[in-house]
């Protein structure tokens, strides 16, 4: 069976930190990988999906960036965090063999910029 | 912005009532989907009902499909404590990406 791995569960920065979440998915080859941001009791934002290996399409600019090195290896990344990426961060993916975009979560995380 | 925005925000009801939520969107689907969000964590998938589906049921979930209102209904029935969560309505349309909207906060006493 296909599984989602999100890490850390809870992270506090610094301003100005970098920063680097990871995700991978494992029992499937070749998903849709999505990264999206939920702010507190509000709905999600998708940030980045990619179909494939270094490819990354970006929804909203930002302070964010993506990257996909492996098939099923999502990284999201900043060289100099806001107060403002405070959230909660979501991996998801989805299968591409489907008509439809069904999407299976990892736990989150929950970013704290102080 | 938004294409999904359920209602109501907040929910709240005693163990064994039924729980009704609604979404509605703005532009033509191909399918809409539900998922539960427990405090904190992932969400997951509930259901996806198809733009030529007016009706589909998995348990205790029951989800109708209007596309001439462009509305959606969740219902759950015979609530349990277990159910409180937020619930999220999806849109998928043509060429792009599923969109969530705000969620509904539902709220089951014991």
């Known amino acids: 069976s296909q599984t989602i791995h999100q890490w850390p569960a809870t992270l506090v920065q610094p301003v100005g930190s970098p920063l680097s979440l990871e995700c991978t998915v494992e029992?499937?080859?070749?998903?849709?990988l999505y990264w999206y941001r939920q702010a507190a009791g509000r709905g999600l934002q998708l940030l980045f999906y990619s179909v494939g290996i270094g490819q990354i399409s970006s929804e909203v600019p930002q302070n964010l960036s993506a990257s996909r090195p492996q098939d099923r290896q999502f990284i999201l990344s900043s060289k100099k965090l806001l107060l403002s990426d405070s959230g909660f961060y979501l991996c998801a993916w989805s299968p591409k063999n489907r008509g439809e975009e069904k999407l299976f979560f990892g736990s989150g995380t929950q970013l704290s910029v102080l | 912005s938004q294409q999904g925005e359920e209602d109501p925000q907040a929910l709240s009801i005693q163990e064994g009532e039924n729980a009704t939520m609604n979404c509605s969107y703005k532009t033509s689907i191909n399918n809409l989907q539900w998922y539960r969000q427990n405090s904190g964590r992932g969400l997951v998938h509930l259901i996806l009902i198809r733009s030529n589906e007016r009706e589909k049921h998995s348990g205790r979930l029951r989800v109708t499909l209007d596309t001439s209102k462009k509305s959606s209904s969740l219902l759950i029935t015979a609530s349990r404590a277990a159910d409180t969560a937020s619930y999220f309505c999806?849109?998928?349309?043509?060429?792009?990406?599923?969109?969530f909207g705000e969620g509904t906060q539902l709220t089951v006493n014991p």
């Open positions: 999806a849109t998928e349309t043509s060429g792009s990406r599923l969109t």
């Open positions: 029992g499937t080859s070749n998903p849709n």
